[in-house]
């Protein structure tokens, strides 16, 4: 069947089988292995990517049900070689051992931020539900979710996260003579 | 694995999808989110010869205000259900109940329909459904036909529905101003309930006139709790009166058994005080 699919802001037009799982095409077909396969019963979560910007398990759809959607994979994160602000915050608070769970865990997050802009512990173990992580414990990644919250504070962004020297030089010596 | 092979129709009208139903054959089955179609397809432990995508069916999504009652339609996401101001105010059971289906991901994809038609004795919504006694509106070649909750659930896995019928919108009366609780006991990384109970309830004056108690997972199908219902009216909202009454949940089932009685309890309690 013939399919139509938006991906990470690029049209595709190709012929697919009704039984390709929109995971396999987004990897085997379009080369974007960013997104994994963790499970067969959808419980994982490693295969997370937004359709028309909602989360959903990749491995749970099949490619003609994208058919004249828009998909966004972890591949589609970054603007202008730089980390989106949730990747950031993952790299920065040690939210990955292996990283086989990040790629599902960071697309999920994103959807919890959009809807719960400063969550707290348990709404963000609650928006996490669907996501298993075999490596970390959590404790690291709750924390990446809660920073991330924080960097896309509105006012927050990179002119903000800079320290600017006026600032820095204004700073009191703390200490002895 | 892979799916087996199978044709994929997409049709834009609920008659085209029945007529699409009828001229398939009995292996041709409707699918919706798909969140317990393809684990079955990718398991393999169902192979359709064809596959009626009703994922473009815009008539059968949304939750409409019908009177003394609402409409859901049967393409409905979780997600969606568990936002509906409508649902909220005139059927808040369904949507606390929603809340504990899967996780996100798959709220955003399941429906409302879909879980009642898969019938899982574990799916959540089969006892609230039940226990308010709602009705399934159904599609099917010779036009349209109603089935209310207590027949349409048969045994595992199995409803009313024929093979060329779709399950297009069902009729939940309303509940306005009820005190409502899913009381839910499951593993920790698995939403599947092992039982639980639904409960709601109309508090007037200090006394209870009104109950729906519903189980889940206690048996082939989702059971109402009748004799819990009847032991509470014209009672108190008192722990005496919701300890007595749910003494009589069973399941016939030595622990479920025990299980039913504890979370009715919890329910009941948690409904009465909102
Ligand atoms: C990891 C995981 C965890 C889950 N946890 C829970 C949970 O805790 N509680 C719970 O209740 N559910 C749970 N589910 C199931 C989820 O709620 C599904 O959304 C639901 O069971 C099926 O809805 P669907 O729209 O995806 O249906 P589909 O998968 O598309 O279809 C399911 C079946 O119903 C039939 N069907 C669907 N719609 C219609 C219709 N309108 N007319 C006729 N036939 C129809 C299909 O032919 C198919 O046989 C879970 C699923 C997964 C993958
Ligand atoms: S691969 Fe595990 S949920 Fe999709
Ligand atoms: S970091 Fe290894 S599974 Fe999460």
């Known amino acids: ?177 | 694995m892979i799916p087996a092979e199978f044709k994929y129709l997409f049709p834009s009208t609920v008659d085209e999808a029945v007529r699409m139903l009828a001229e398939e054959g009995e292996d041709a089955k409707v699918i919706a989110g798909g969140q317990s179609l393809v684990p079955v397809l990718r398991m393999r432990l169902a192979a359709p010869t064809a596959l009626i995508d009703i994922g473009g069916l815009t008539e059968l999504t949304g939750v409409r205000d019908d009177g003394d009652s609402l409409l859901i339609g049967a393409m409905t996401t979780h997600y969606e259900v568990q936002r509906d101001h409508l649902v909220q105010d005139h059927a808040l059971l369904l949507r606390l109940v929603t809340d504990t289906i899967a996780d996100p991901q798959i709220r955003h994809r399941g429906t409302f329909g879909g879980s009642l038609c898969h019938a899982d004795p574990a799916g959540d919504l089969l006892a609230p459904v039940l226990a308010l006694d709602a009705v399934m509106i159904i599609a099917g070649p010779s036009g349209r036909r109603e089935v209310p909750a207590a027949e349409f659930f048969v045994d595992y896995f199995t409803t009313a529905l024929a093979a060329d019928e779709i399950l297009v919108d069902v009729r939940v009366p309303k509940y306005t101003g009820w005190g409502a609780h899913y009381e839910k006991l499951n593993r920790v990384a698995q939403a599947w309930s092992i039982v639980a109970v639904a409960a709601a309830v109309q508090v007037r004056d200090g006394t209870i006139s009104a109950a729906r108690v519903g189980l889940t997972n206690v048996g082939s199908g989702p059971v109402r709790a009748t004799g819990v219902e009847e032991a509470l009216i014209g009672q108190p909202p008192s722990s005496e009166a919701i300890s007595e009454a749910a003494l009589r949940a069973s399941s016939g089932d030595g622990y479920k058994d025990n299980l039913a009685r504890v979370l009715t309890g919890r329910a009941l309690t948690a409904a009465v005080a909102g």
């Open chain 1, 1 to 177: 069947m013939h399919i139509s699919v938006n991906v990470d802001g690029v049209t595709y037009a190709d012929e697919v089988e009704p039984r390709l799982l929109l995971v396999h095409y987004l990897r085997e077909r379009l080369s974007k292995t960013g997104t994994v396969v963790g499970c067969d019963t959808g419980n994982c979560g490693a295969c997370t990517v937004h359709l028309d910007g909602h989360s959903v398990k990749s491995c749970q759809m099949l490619a003609v049900q994208a058919n004249g959607h828009e998909v966004t994979t972890i591949e589609g994160l970054a603007r202008d070689g730089k980390l989106h602000p949730v990747q950031e915050a993952f790299r920065s608070n040690h939210a990955l051992q292996c990283g086989f769970c990040t790629p599902g865990m960071i697309m999920q997050a994103i959807d919890l931020l959009a809807d719960e802009s400063d969550p707290d512990d348990e709404t963000v173990r609650k928006g996490l539900e669907g996501n298993l992580c075999r490596c970390t414990g959590y404790q690291n990644i709750v924390r990446a979710v809660q920073d991330a919250a924080q960097r896309m504070k509105p006012g927050a962004g990179p002119k903000q996260e800079q320290h600017s020297d006026e600032h820095v030089s204004s700073k009191q010596p703390v200490g002895g003579e």
